[in-house]
């Protein structure tokens, strides 16, 4: 009982607490170190700090060491922290492939994914190779359990091709995708936020403690980012935040043996890769404003983006695009949910 509450909503709090003042921190120094992108969603374009993800990992990596401490001198872990160390480096290494992107900001604007803006970012080519350095300390550690249940399939014995071929490609594929759906204040952190509460109750019921654990802490990490980028937001996230992101959920999915249950939830952001892939990759989630503050989707009927769906459903303005794409997301995870207790999981 101490470790399923304490051990975990503790550490929580750090990680809420560190990364809160890890992101008001950076938001000024971001700024003056012209490392900006521009938020064209208002009436007026302005520039807003951008790779917030910097804070943010800052705050998952407090919350485990505050465990790795606690379990030094407090109490026994429960929780090997040789894996809880691998995790913590998997995020920072994955942060930094991030921060790389966020940097590479032009003075003029330059074609970046179908549009003009100043934040060129890495190659396309350069991204999935960059954030494998996200999977080597999972990899070194050969994390995960090898018996995977997957969906309607059932329980699937993978031997070493788990840690040497599926973590890193789950990490490139899951770090990529999330950093795909944007542009919306609060839309990226919102959706996040559903699938790490999602995951934290199914590892609580289902799961294991470290799943539970990891879980816990991306929760709180993604709670003290929404004040930052709910509308109107003062930060941009930027890839070193949805790399992050993307990694911290794929170290939950294999610690938590939580694939199957992961796989249902992600569909959103599988939907969105294979809209953008229709396109190359070369396709902006952002519509054109209106004068009333509402946003046309930029393709017309064609749809390149779960965004551009909500936007040719009705007058969409920048919440209406968080929520409605945050409401998808808890549907995929009652589903997620209704095929567990039903034995399809």
Not at 10 to 28: K, R
Request: aromatic letters at 12%.
């Amino acid at each position: 009982m101490y470790h399923t509450f304490q051990t975990i909503i503790i550490p929580g709090i750090l990680a809420f607490a560190a990364a809160y003042i890890g992101i008001s921190f950076l938001m000024s120094y971001l700024y003056g170190a012209g490392i900006v992108a521009e938020d064209r969603n208002k009436a007026k374009v302005v520039k807003l700090p951008s790779s917030a993800g910097l804070g943010f990992a800052f705050g998952i990596v407090i919350g485990i060491l505050a465990y790795t401490f606690g379990g030094s001198f407090i109490y026994t872990p429960v929780i090997d922290v040789s894996v809880l160390l691998a995790v913590a480096l998997s995020i920072l290494l994955i942060t930094l492939v991030g921060f790389l992107d966020d940097i590479n900001v032009k003075q003029e604007r330059v074609k970046s994914t179908g549009m003009m803006d100043i934040r060129q970012g890495l190659k396309q080519w350069q991204k999935p190779i960059l954030t494998i350095l996200g999977a080597l300390p999972l990899m070194a550690i050969n994390a995960g359990v090898h018996m995977v249940e997957l969906p309607f399939i059932g329980t699937v014995s993978l031997g070493l091709i788990y840690p040497l071929i599926i973590l890193p490609l789950a990490v490139i594929f899951v770090s990529n995708s999330v950093n795909l759906l944007g542009g919306f204040d609060g839309l990226q952190p919102l959706m996040a936020l559903a699938a790490a509460l999602g995951l934290l109750a199914y590892n609580i019921l289902f799961g294991t403690y470290t799943g539970a654990f990891l879980s816990a802490l991306l929760s709180a990490a993604l709670l003290a980012m929404l004040p930052f980028n709910l509308y109107k937001a003062k930060v941009v996230p930027g890839d070193s935040f949805t790399y992050a992101v993307g990694a911290t959920l794929v170290a939950i999915m294999v610690m938590g043996n939580s694939e199957a249950f992961g796989i249902i939830i992600f569909i959103p952001w599988i939907v969105e890769f294979v809209l953008h892939a229709r396109r190359k990759f070369k396709v902006t989630d952002l519509g054109i404003r209106q004068k009333d503050g509402t946003f046309k989707a930029p393709y017309g009927k064609k749809i390149y983006s779960l965004t551009h769906v909500v936007m040719n459903l009705k007058k969409a303005t920048e919440t209406d695009v968080a929520y409605y794409l945050t409401a998808l997301e808890v549907l995929f995870i009652v589903i997620g949910f209704a095929m567990k207790v039903s034995g399809l999981l």
